[in-house]
């Protein structure tokens, strides 16, 4: 059967089959009819084989042609932009097509993404306990663009690549794209969709479907419920619009100030530079999946002299260069973008604070040293922490342990219950921190997960600083790898397009094919990770050879019993959950993917749909790499920079090679679409979105695409009825006040800037100050704060030290009556130790819904005066 989507042609001959060059278009055409494979086009070059028919469909194109040939003159004439957009931009700035010799520019830009940090459930582990009850630090997307100084544009060649493609493809700029890193779980596409139309409509012509990347940085403690599929969205009972609308709000705001930044270089003429640099860093992580890495050839783990993960920090620098009268050069850096695998699970399954996890707190941390005297959301400068090759990695470096203190098994990464049967639930990674009691009485959870998220964080600041601190003209011709910064200066290109992986085909270079299957998950996937064990009787490592609970076969056959096709198609996994095929009332799980690459000169990010496994990455990245040198995109003699960015866009689950899946550990058992799922990634990457790059190339087809109204999802997850305080009280009454006075811990470094010192913090100055409260779902206080932290300043006002976006601050909300709609909440400041000294006051600010009406109403409330000293 065919794919809806396309699959393609049996021809191996050229890595051109699909995308050629503008003199090429007679002969290419019909090939790109055949190979996407849309319904629609695929009807039309059949019917166009008969007689009439065959008339009438060149009637038509030559009508189409007509009318936008005539168009294309006219926008020639009147406004040049037009011509693409068939809209006049809001811009005073008009990308160019061809930025071969092009300068880069750059624009930066954060924004607030903190859905509601109460009563909902929250996403990664898929725990039904874990529901947030309060704000660690808040979330951000950070936005990076990236373009062409060049004003001018080759729109004669623009209108020949429209009128040559009668299949319709991504609009935005080619050669300008928007990387989007948002402290969430994973990218989505409802999510990606509502952003792109947003920006669509604001910069018509500028950003769309091309070239918009949405990268989730995959922290496991912020709340759920924004995705498209219903199975992720299970335990926060469906769709929590809040917190979809919070995260496209935010997502929205940070690319329209990356937007005006990059507008006001342009404006002011001031030169910008990119450039690449790496390090490694080894003790950040861990795999997780040991034995499963192990299933792959050991010739293969030889080429990596056998490191089961990829240590490889990357790191893309900005940096604006202003002329001095001396002569000399000023260099500024303006914020960069990372990438390295680590998984976002250091904050424990019982931890309930909203949180950023490990590359959150990284970016926080990073951009608070950079401007010290800015508060959290306010910073101009902007600190990328993206993730990588993440499919089995951990944060929880001093490996897995059962609670008896022996080792977990190898295998199956299960314990002895202490009743003869080996279960996962007592097998648990520990962090960095795990052991050191000492960080025990000043964790929110009492336990040691939150210093160990400290200390994962602050190895990758260390790492970014590392090589934000080279200088470009003294280690560019460095012959070490990890020392050396590369300049990028184009060109710049994105390309994208969506494909159906539920029944794609490879053919491969010996006449075999393989085929992807429909969505499934296997019995080893509700078994968990050493990160976040499942329950009940699962385990990893289960596949269709292995005994398991008749159980979960009636409970299977309840939900979709597979097909034998299907079961066939995903040996030897086998099928707990067969979500690929259950539509009703909307789809369980993905079966179209979205699929790009962004360039900047020699750098090529790859913007996957899922998370790539250490061995399945590095297989990709191959690939695409050898794709790139045959396709001649690069100088002869240029080594293309390949990075592997996601989860993104659409959430594939996982990616693992074929060795890997055969033994159906999590990972594999997570890999959605069979066996064959790494194989279709890699022909996809390299034999359609490579030769897109090429300069002339045609534009992709954008692919198939499935209708979907956010707002029509399962939504069981009730608002906020009202809110009470309790009798005797009023909202806001202070219910714990701060002691008179706060010693400021002592440390060896410190420093305004950047402490450098334990993430330890003295329990003496453990700060914390209760309210009668209101429900923090009445108002998100997005770009703000629920409260601040005041000293009086010596010039007689009050100003704001700590807002809930510090680090060193917490807020936990507790109702305390349901019935009654009554709540308080505490805010815990732990002192750091260059805090300055001084008279100060907490500040908390609330929101209450009355009964009957439903009208909310602010109110603000203040702590006694306490001193630090």
């Known amino acids: 059967m065919p794919s809806a989507g396309y699959e393609p042609v049996p021809s191996r001959d050229s890595e051109d089959t699909f995308v050629a060059d503008i003199d090429d278009n007679d002969k290419v055409l019909s090939k790109t009819l055949d190979a996407d494979h849309r319904a629609s086009a695929s009807e039309d070059l059949e019917t166009a084989q008969h007689g009439r028919s065959s008339r009438g469909l060149l009637l038509l194109k030559g009508l189409v042609a007509l009318v936008l040939l005539a168009a294309g003159t006219a926008a020639i004439c009147c406004n040049p932009h037009k011509l693409i957009t068939g809209v006049a931009p809001h811009l005073s700035h008009v990308d160019t097509y061809s930025s071969s010799t092009a300068d880069v520019t750059f624009g930066l830009g954060l924004g607030d993404v903190t859905g509601p940090v109460v009563e909902v459930n929250m996403m990664g582990y898929a725990a039904l306990p874990q529901t947030n009850t309060g704000l660690h630090i808040r979330l951000r997307s950070r936005a990076f663009i990236v373009g062409s100084k060049d004003q001018g544009a080759d729109f004669a060649a623009r209108l020949i690549r429209r009128l040559k493609s009668f299949i319709p493809t991504a609009d935005g700029s080619s050669t300008r794209w928007l990387f989007i890193n948002s402290d969430i779980c994973m990218g989505d596409t409802a999510v990606r969709r509502a952003v792109v139309q947003q920006l669509r409509q604001r910069y018509p012509g500028v950003y769309g479907e091309r070239n918009v990347a949405f990268v989730g940085t995959h922290s496991h403690a912020g ?22 609308d919070a995260i496209v709000e935010g997502t929205v705001r940070a690319a329209v100030r990356a937007h005006d930044d990059y507008q006001r270089r342009l404006d002011s003429g001031t030169r910008a530079r990119l450039s690449y640099g790496k390090t490694r860093l080894a003790d950040a992580h861990i795999q997780r999946s040991r034995y499963a890495y192990e299933q792959n050839p050991k010739a293969e ?14 790191l893309l620098k900005f940096e604006d260069i202003q002329d001095r009268q001396d002569g000399s050069q000023q260099i500024t850096p303006a914020g960069f973008l990372s990438w390295y695998a680590v998984h976002g699970t250091s904050l424990y399954e019982n931890n309930t604070l909203t949180s950023g996890d490990n590359k959150g707190l990284a970016a926080l941390l990073y951009e608070t040293a950079q401007q010290p005297d800015r508060l959290p959301g306010q910073n101009t400068f902007v600190a990328g922490f993206s993730q990588a090759l993440v499919g089995d990695t951990s944060p929880n470096t001093k490996g897995a342990w059962c609670d008896d203190g022996s080792i977990c098994d190898h295998k199956h990464s299960t314990c002895d219950n202490g009743k003869g049967k080996e279960r996962v639930q007592t097998c648990h990674g520990r962090g960095p921190a795990w052991g050191v009691d000492a960080y025990v009485p000043v964790s929110p959870t009492g336990g040691y997960d939150f210093a160990s998220n400290e200390i994962i964080a602050r190895k990758q600041v260390d790492a970014a600083r590392s090589i934000m601190s080279r200088d470009l003209a003294a280690s560019s011709e460095s012959q070490d790898e990890y020392a050396r910064m590369t300049q990028l200066t184009g060109p710049i290109k994105s390309v994208k397009m969506n494909v159906d992986m539920s029944q794609y085909t490879i053919y491969r270079s010996d006449g075999t094919r393989a085929k992807t299957c429909p969505a499934a998950l296997g019995y080893g996937f509700a078994g968990g990770t050493t990160d976040g064990p499942g329950a009940f009787d699962f385990v990893q490592g289960s596949n269709n050879t292995d005994h398991h609970n008749p159980f979960w ?4 056959r309840f939900i979709k019993n597979p097909t034998p096709e299907q079961i066939e198609c995903h040996a030897p996994k086998s099928i707990l959950l067969d979500i690929g095929e259950i539509h009703k009332p909307y789809d ?7 699929v790009q690459i962004l360039r900047v000169g020699q750098l090529f990010i790859l913007i996957v749909p899922g998370e790539f496994t ?11 790499s050898e794709a790139i040198i045959k396709a001649e995109i690069l100088p002869e003699g240029m080594a293309p920079i390949v990075q592997v960015s996601g989860p993104a866009s659409t959430y594939g689950h996982y990616i693992t090679t074929e060795e890997e899946y055969s033994v159906q550990r999590y990972e594999g058992s997570s890999t959605l679409f069979g066996p064959h799922t790494l194989e279709a990634y890699m022909d996809v990457f390299s034999r359609r979105l490579v030769p897109a790059l090429k300069e002339g190339s045609r534009d992709l087809p954008i692919g198939p695409q499935r209708d979907f109204d956010i707002t029509k999802s399962w939504q069981l997850k009730t608002g906020v009825v009202y809110d009470n305080a309790p009798i005797g009280h009023s909202f806001g009454d202070v219910l714990e006040q701060p002691l008179l006075s706060y010693p400021v811990p002592t440390s060896k470094n410190v420093s305004r800037a950047y402490w450098e010192g334990s993430p330890t913090r003295s329990a003496n100055s453990n700060i914390t100050v209760s309210f009668v409260a209101s429900n923090p779902r009445n108002n998100l206080r997005l770009e703000g704060s629920y409260f601040e932290i005041q000293r009086y300043a010596d010039h007689g006002e009050w100003t704001v030290e700590r807002t809930d976006g510090h680090h060193s601050t917490t807020m936990r909300w507790t109702r305390t009556n349901e019935f009654h709609g009554s709540s308080k909440l505490e805010v815990g400041w732990d002192i750091e130790p260059y805090t300055q000294s001084g008279l100060y006051r907490i500040v908390y600010y609330g929101d209450r819904k009355y009964p009957v009406t439903g009208k909310i109403y602010p109110f603000v409330a203040t702590s006694s005066e306490f001193y630090v000293v």
């Not at 030889?302 to 089961?308: Q, S």
């Not at 369980?588 to 979205?594: F, L, N, R």
């Open 301 to 314: 783990r030889d080429l990596y002299n056998d490191e089961d993960q990829d240590h490889d920090f990357g």
């Open 588 to 594: 369980w799980g993905p079966s179209i993917v979205e």
């Open 553 to 556: 076969d009636v409970v299977k």
């Open 223 to 244: 709340p759920g419920g924004f995705m498209q599929a219903l199975l992720p969205t299970l335990t926060s009972k469906g769709v929590v619009l809040q917190n979809f």
């Open 614 to 624: 250490t061995m399945a990455g590095r297989r990709l990245k191959r690939t695409v």
